[in-house]
């Protein structure tokens, strides 16, 4: 038991992606089951913890900053011992406690078995830091950090991938797979505590099981069965693995959201073996068809200005968009970064080139999205009513995820309570958000 923590007042600041999210919602939960004191306030806390993200330079300028910018309590509050950890430590570790001396404890990813210990000795003036990369999975309580009704399930870690441009396999290791049994458990606790919309998460969530004889659609079909879920969703789909029976359980289970999240980054043939992505266009191709006969929502991301990209291949990844009519998309000018094969590709193009077609690519899509929410106008939907903003009810269908697209203006004249779902008609359609009337 850490007993030198109880009582002892903790920040946590969440930097980066939903899985950070996760990795931060563990810590959360062992630091108040040692009787730590949790708070949002920097300025109260006398352990404040960062977790970071290091996947793109601006993330690690914002991670950095916000490390230098908590190291100021040291001075001017509470705060007796600076943590860092995540993402950015685990790739800079060495360099970070160079730099910024004020960092009493530092941990990788998947270190967080350490954690208590490692505050425990800081609290008594005696550093640490341990950036070894662990392959683990951490099975402990949580607190969340999302509204209470919904929240995210790692159902894996690390990435066999080795995309061109990503350095998250440096970061997070090779891929391996949750057991199915503590992701269950997790859901049933989860669902008894209220969480109805349950959404599963990896770096790539089509890998689930490849490393544990069991298979991502074998895995939706039993966490569709757990009492209580009414809305099950898998994001980040990598499209070589996504198969026809992934689609058809989806498309069974009335609680799984028709929803498809298949980051696809290119659409010129060229652009995708630059990359090392693995698959081909007419499997895509027939995926995505295969979806929309399902009814299923389209999401992708793609990246412009990949070293080497011609207008010829832009214009490939601008035909493409035309074509499949996604619902949604991210799109991303190429940042390069170190360690990567593409950090020094030939072909680097000018940052102007870069935001010039990022530009043109979400101005096409900001017409098919409009388009394609229209098409919803006068349908009834099923919706998650997520909070009250000036004046007006916010809400969700199955086809907005949260953190990434956009949401339902709910028009009611009755009291509706956030984490409840109702039925409501869509009246009118935006690019990004939708207006809808219920009863």
């Known amino acids: ?92 570790g060495e360099t970070l406690l160079d730099e910024i001396p004020e ?66 396999p440096l970061i997070r290791g090779p891929y391996r797979s949750r057991s199915r049994e503590a992701i269950l458990a997790e859901m049933n606790l989860l669902a008894k505590q209220g969480v109805k919309e349950h959404i599963l998460i990896a770096q790539d969530t089509t890998r689930y099981g490849i490393d544990t004889n069991d298979s991502l659609s074998s895995l939706l079909e039993a966490a569709a069965k757990v009492e209580g879920v009414e809305w099950l969703r898998a994001l980040y789909m990598y499209p070589d693995e996504l198969d026809e029976k992934n689609l058809d359980v989806m498309a069974k289970y009335q609680n799984i959201c028709k929803y498809l999240d298949l980051p696809l980054q290119h659409a010129s043939p060229a652009m995708l073996r630059s990359m090392n992505r693995r698959g081909t266009l007419a499997h895509i191709r027939s995926m995505l068809r295969g979806a929309r006969e399902r009814g299923f929502c389209l999401r992708t991301t793609f990246i412009v200005g990949f070293p080497g990209e011609t207008e010829d291949d832009f214009k490939q ?43 043109m690519l979400m101005a096409l899509q900001a017409k098919i999205s409009k388009a394609r929410n229209s098409l919803r106008i006068g349908k009834e939907e099923k919706m998650l009513v997520t909070g009250w ?51």
């Open 1 to 92: 038991m850490a007993q030198k923590l109880q009582g002892k007042t903790v920040g946590m600041i969440a930097l980066g992606c939903v899985k950070n999210r996760v990795d931060s919602e563990q810590m959360l939960g062992m630091l108040k089951n040692a009787g730590c004191i949790l708070t949002d306030d920097p300025a109260q806390a006398e352990i404040i913890i960062v977790n970071t993200c290091g996947f793109i330079a601006p993330a690690k300028e914002e991670a950095i900053d916000t490390i230098l910018e908590m190291a100021e309590y040291k001075e001017n509050g509470r705060c007796r011992v600076l943590c860092a950890t995540g993402c950015l430590t685990q790739r800079y």
């Open 103 to 168: 960092i009493d404890v530092m941990l990788g990813v998947n270190q967080y078995d350490k954690l208590l210990p490692m505050l425990e000795k800081a609290l008594d003036g005696e550093k640490g830091n341990n950036i070894i990369v662990s392959h683990h999975f951490m099975e402990c309580g949580r607190v969340l950090t999302t509204p209470p009704y919904s929240a995210y399930i790692k159902t894996g870690d690390g990435c066999d991938n080795r995309c061109a441009y990503c350095a998250i």
């Open 317 to 359: 990844l601008m035909d493409f968009t035309e074509e499949m009519q996604f619902d949604r998309m991210g799109a991303f000018t190429f940042s390069p970064e170190d360690d990567t094969p593409a950090f020094d590709m030939p072909g680097q193009l000018p940052e102007e080139i870069k935001e010039e077609r990022l530009e």
């Open 389 to 439: 903003q000036d004046g007006t009810y916010t809400a969700r269908s199955q086809w907005e995820a949260p953190d990434a697209d956009g949401e339902i203006l709910l028009l009611c004249n009755r009291e509706l309570q956030p984490g409840t779902f109702v039925n409501g008609r869509i009246i009118a359609a935006d690019v990004y958000d939708l207006t809808a009337q219920a009863e």
